[in-house]
């Protein structure tokens, strides 16, 4: 191979001639052991072995097509129910019988909302009422059944993939390919929470409750995702639904509903319930069990403040980097900084809003170069367009927004600058890339959920890591390097729920990269939505309440201390596991029992989570109340008598999650709550070569 390239892009050529090096250096690779082979020798007779198979096999090689998927035909289930899990595919745009389906679905008009919704605070009492009544039945329900329901709902979602699309192109403004995904992304969360119900059971010492009714609240920008998933585990659970749906989105959610309702879901355990977002709104979130909220901060403090003791389970906001170091295949950096940040207009909580440069690759002409060129090729319209891959915004630009867009701080300037295309009434905006974002600066520490990335200088990796743990977010993030040292150092010391190692830094999937974030980027217990544990939080256990035994280090040893990658890719590593909190706090309240006490705090020495203890005989709650900012800690395990509003009040505006269950010796239930979850997902491939995931 000899590349012909002007000496200007002589580092182009030699990046070229080195993925060149990797293909024939493979092991599999005959080029590799061409010039040592020898006749008698182990490689020649294994080249020999491979030779002869070759030529046994050559009259057996297949001709026809293996990418046989068809989208006008009726969708087929990827596995059955007891067999393991298995990810439902994405539509493949290549083959010409989907190509038709995809202009169908583009073309489809707009649907419309089939239900009526909720007007007055009576009506919202009432339909909590019903949903109340109908829990009791459901709850009762075996978990195989719910589990057989959920994969009835998956495939009845599956069989409304095309009309999902539509519905989100025109409400949301997705584009088909960011549209497609997202179905996927349903269909799965629907088999795998129902098989989640059935690993409830898998705890024999322990008895699970479900929680009552659960409000479920999802946002805009994933309006058929997120509510399926949140809709799906809280049944799973055994849990009644009130559905809110997002209100600019209410018809994605309303087919997520009928879907259920179609499987066989009754109408009263899964009400949707639309509701204005005034005190009727504000009723109905006060009066259920729990409520599942993804969306801003600013919301889950408001839900919080009406009312404190609020079981609230949250996924909130980020502020996401991309470290990009010398040693980083630019190429591959350019492609995944320029996706994370600017996939559906950027507003996605994971998205990709700050571009960390090490060293000279923030002066790098190439890079910039390459930046430029990809972020200006962007095809911004309508999404409408299957040949758009940047739409509209869902409205005009808020605040922040606004001026991430169009106010620039001191020393920053536009690399590219953006401005606004005039289409038909939408806020549709082309991508931003702005440079010399100081450490500490407004940009630095704000989510703009839009179409706007920021460039700030790191000297070194240390810094770039440091910088970006410096914000109050800790959702998404992620690091482009082939050096395997740069790239253990950063997944030490990163802290973010999930991180992504050359490769971009959004599209989690379900079970393969469980998805949720760290410090205020969550709220609850911590759970990650498609992980493990996610269905098990929605409900309560219970033991006799005599036993004062425990197996805490077993369960360390066998479960929280090893990496787990279930879905064993050979081309990604996808690890999810398990990481101390720093420092939790240990509440002991009026009637605690010394040996409950005793077993906090032996989950603490066994998870090596250092424990701060406050009593109550010797810390009024007014003096702990003063002192909980300063402590640093994200939860508080409270042993005893409830804590009061007051305290909870406190502990909610410092993002201290009241971790008040019942203290149990069981491992794989206490042990949460010393733990943040985190999923690691590292690209093992260059351009379709293997890598060890050891190695560059």
Same mark, same amino acid.
């Given at each position: 191979?000899?590349p012909a390239v002007a000496a200007a892009d002589f580092d182009?050529?030699?990046?070229?001639?080195?993925?060149?090096?990797?293909?024939?250096?493979?092991?599999?690779? #005959?080029?590799?052991?061409?010039?040592?082979?020898?006749?008698?020798?182990?490689?020649?007779?294994?080249?020999?072995q491979i030779f002869r198979t070759a030529l046994e096999l050559?009259?057996?090689?297949?001709?026809?097509?293996?990418?046989? @998927?068809?989208?006008?035909?009726?969708?087929?289930?990827?596995?059955?129910?007891?067999?393991?899990?298995?990810?439902?595919?994405?539509?493949?745009?290549?083959?010409?019988?989907?190509?038709?389906?995809?202009?169908?679905?583009?073309?489809?008009?707009?649907?419309?909302?089939?239900?009526?919704?909720?007007?007055?605070?009576?009506?919202?009492?009432?339909?909590?009422?019903?949903?109340?009544?109908? *829990?009791?039945?459901?709850?009762?329900?075996?978990?195989?059944?719910? @589990?057989?329901?959920?994969?009835?709902?998956?495939?009845?979602?599956?069989?409304?993939?095309?009309?999902?699309?539509?519905?989100?192109?025109?409400?949301?403004?997705?584009?088909?390919?960011?549209?497609?995904?997202?179905?996927?992304?349903?269909?799965?969360?629907?088999?795998?929470?129902?098989?989640?119900?059935?690993?409830?059971?898998?705890?024999?010492?322990?008895?699970?409750?479900?929680?009552?009714?659960?409000?479920?609240?999802?946002?805009?920008?994933?309006?058929?995702?997120?509510?399926?998933?949140?809709?799906?585990?809280?049944?799973?659970?055994?849990?009644?639904?009130?559905?809110?749906?997002?209100?600019?989105?209410?018809?994605?959610?309303?087919?997520?509903?009928? !879907?259920?309702?179609?499987?066989?879901?009754?109408?009263?355990?899964?009400?949707?319930?639309?509701?204005?977002?005034?005190?009727?709104?504000?009723?109905?979130?006060?009066?259920?069990?729990?409520?599942?909220?993804?969306?801003?901060?600013?919301?889950?403090?408001?839900?919080?403040?009406?009312?404190?003791?609020?079981?609230?389970?949250?996924?909130?906001?980020?502020?996401?980097?991309?470290?990009?170091?010398?040693? !980083?295949?630019?190429?591959?950096?350019?492609?995944?900084?320029?996706?994370?940040?600017?996939? *559906?207009?950027?507003?996605?909580?994971?998205?990709?809003?700050?571009?960390?440069?090490?060293?000279?690759?923030?002066?790098?002409?190439?890079?910039?170069?390459?930046?430029?060129?990809?972020?200006?090729?962007?095809?911004?319209?309508?999404?409408?367009?299957?040949?758009?891959?940047?739409?509209?915004?869902?409205?005009?630009?808020?605040?922040?927004?606004?001026?991430?867009?169009?106010?620039?701080?001191?020393?920053?300037?536009?690399?590219?600058?953006?401005?606004?295309?005039?289409?038909?009434?939408?806020?549709?905006?082309?991508?931003?890339?702005?440079?010399?974002?100081?450490?500490?600066?407004?940009? *630095?520490?704000?989510?703009?959920?839009?179409?706007?990335?920021?460039?700030? !200088?790191?000297?070194?990796?240390?810094?770039?890591?440091?910088?970006?743990?410096?914000?109050? #977010?800790?959702?998404?993030?992620?690091?482009?390097?082939?050096?395997?040292?740069?790239?253990?150092?950063?997944?030490?010391?990163?802290?973010?729920?999930?991180?992504?190692?050359?490769?971009?830094?959004?599209?989690?999937?379900?079970?393969?990269?469980?998805?949720?974030?760290?410090?205020?980027?969550?709220?609850?217990?911590?759970?990650?939505?498609?992980?493990?544990?996610?269905?098990?939080?929605?409900?309560?256990?219970?033991?006799?309440?005599?036993?004062?035994?425990?197996? #805490?280090?077993?369960?360390?040893?066998?479960?929280?201390? $090893?990496?787990?990658?279930?879905? !064993?890719?050979?081309?990604?590593?996808?690890? #999810?596991?398990?990481?101390?909190?720093?420092?939790?706090?240990?509440?002991?309240?009026?009637?605690?029992?010394?040996?409950?006490?005793?077993?906090?705090?032996?989950?603490?020495?066994?998870?090596?989570?250092?424990?701060?203890?406050?009593?109550?005989?010797?810390?009024?709650?007014?003096?702990?109340?003063?002192?909980?900012?300063?402590?640093?800690?994200?939860?508080?395990?409270?042993?005893?008598?409830?804590?009061?509003?007051? $305290?909870?009040?406190?502990?909610?505006?410092?993002?201290?999650?009241?971790?008040?269950?019942?203290?149990?010796?069981?491992?794989?239930?206490?042990?949460?709550?010393?733990?943040?979850?985190?999923?690691?997902?590292?690209?093992? *491939?260059?351009?379709?070569?293997?890598?060890?995931?050891?190695?560059?």
């Open positions: 191979y000899t182009v050529a030699i990046s070229y001639l080195f993925r060149r090096l990797e293909e024939t250096a493979a092991d599999d690779n #005959f080029l590799r052991h061409l010039f040592d082979l020898s006749p008698g020798s182990p490689e020649f007779t294994e080249q020999e050559r009259n057996d090689v297949s001709s026809g097509p293996r990418r046989t @998927q068809d989208r006008r035909a009726a969708a087929v289930a990827p596995y059955t129910v007891g067999e393991p899990f298995r990810n439902e595919p994405d539509t493949d745009p290549t083959l010409v019988s989907n190509q038709a389906w995809i202009a169908d679905v583009m073309a489809a008009p707009a649907g419309t909302v089939q239900s009526r919704g909720l007007t007055t605070s009576a009506e919202v009492r009432e339909a909590l009422t019903r949903a109340r009544a109908a *829990h009791l039945e459901w709850r009762n329900t075996s978990n195989t059944d719910r @589990q057989r329901a959920l994969h009835r709902v998956a495939g009845a979602l599956a069989a409304r993939r095309g009309e999902l699309i539509s519905t989100m192109v025109h409400e949301a403004n997705k584009t088909f390919a960011q549209a497609d995904v997202e179905v996927s992304e349903a269909i799965d969360f629907a088999r795998y929470y129902g098989d989640a119900a059935v690993e409830l059971e898998a705890i024999e010492e322990a008895t699970f409750t479900s929680l009552g009714v659960i409000a479920v609240v999802p946002p805009w920008n994933f309006p058929v995702a997120i509510p399926a998933g949140g809709v799906m585990a809280s049944l799973a659970a055994g849990n009644a639904v009130l559905f809110k749906p997002a209100p600019e989105t209410p018809r994605c959610a309303e087919i997520v509903a009928e !879907a259920c309702w179609a499987a066989g879901v009754p109408t009263d355990v899964l009400q949707f319930t639309p509701v204005p977002e005034n005190e009727v709104g504000q009723e109905l979130i006060t009066s259920v069990d729990a409520v599942i909220l993804t969306g801003a901060s600013e919301t889950a403090a408001l839900f919080t403040s009406w009312k404190p003791d609020l079981r609230l389970f949250a996924e909130t906001s980020g502020k996401n980097a991309l470290i990009i170091t010398p040693n !980083a295949d630019i190429d591959l950096a350019v492609a995944d900084l320029v996706d994370s940040a600017f996939g *559906h207009s950027g507003q996605k909580c994971s998205a990709a809003s700050l571009g960390i440069l090490v060293g000279d690759v923030y002066s790098s002409a190439r890079f910039r170069r390459q930046l430029i060129d990809a972020v200006q090729s962007i095809d911004v319209g309508p999404a409408t367009s299957i040949e758009t891959t940047m739409g509209p915004l869902i409205g005009e630009p808020n605040e922040r927004l606004a001026r991430g867009l169009k106010t620039l701080d001191a020393g920053e300037s536009w690399l590219v600058p953006p401005r606004r295309v005039e289409l038909d009434g939408k806020s549709l905006w082309s991508p931003g890339v702005r440079e010399g974002v100081q450490v500490g600066s407004w940009y *630095h520490s704000t989510e703009c959920f839009g179409p706007v990335l920021g460039l700030v !200088a790191a000297a070194d990796l240390d810094e770039a890591i440091a910088i970006a743990n410096a914000t109050e #977010f800790g959702l998404t993030g992620g690091i482009h390097s082939l050096d395997p040292g740069e790239i253990a150092q950063w997944i030490e010391k990163v802290e973010v729920g999930n991180a992504y190692v050359n490769r971009a830094i959004t599209g989690a999937i379900v079970q393969r990269q469980p998805f949720g974030g760290w410090k205020r980027s969550s709220v609850g217990p911590g759970a990650k939505a498609g992980g493990p544990n996610y269905v098990a939080q929605l409900g309560s256990w219970t033991t006799d309440g005599s036993a004062t035994s425990d197996d #805490f280090q077993a369960q360390w040893d066998n479960h929280f201390a $090893l990496e787990h990658d279930p879905t !064993a890719l050979f081309c990604e590593a996808n690890v #999810f596991r398990y990481r101390p909190l720093p420092s939790m706090l240990l509440r002991i309240q009026t009637g605690a029992s010394e040996a409950h006490i005793g077993l906090v705090r032996k989950a603490a020495t066994v998870a090596g989570v250092e424990l701060i203890e406050s009593v109550v005989d010797v810390e009024s709650e007014e003096q702990l109340m003063a002192r909980i900012p300063a402590l640093g800690v994200e939860r508080m395990r409270v042993v005893g008598e409830a804590v009061s509003p007051e $305290l909870r009040v406190v502990a909610n505006a410092a993002a201290v999650h009241v971790a008040d269950q019942p203290v149990c010796g069981i491992g794989r239930i206490e042990l949460l709550h010393y733990v943040r979850e985190q999923a690691v997902s590292r690209t093992l *491939h260059r351009f379709g070569n293997l890598i060890a995931a050891e190695g560059s």
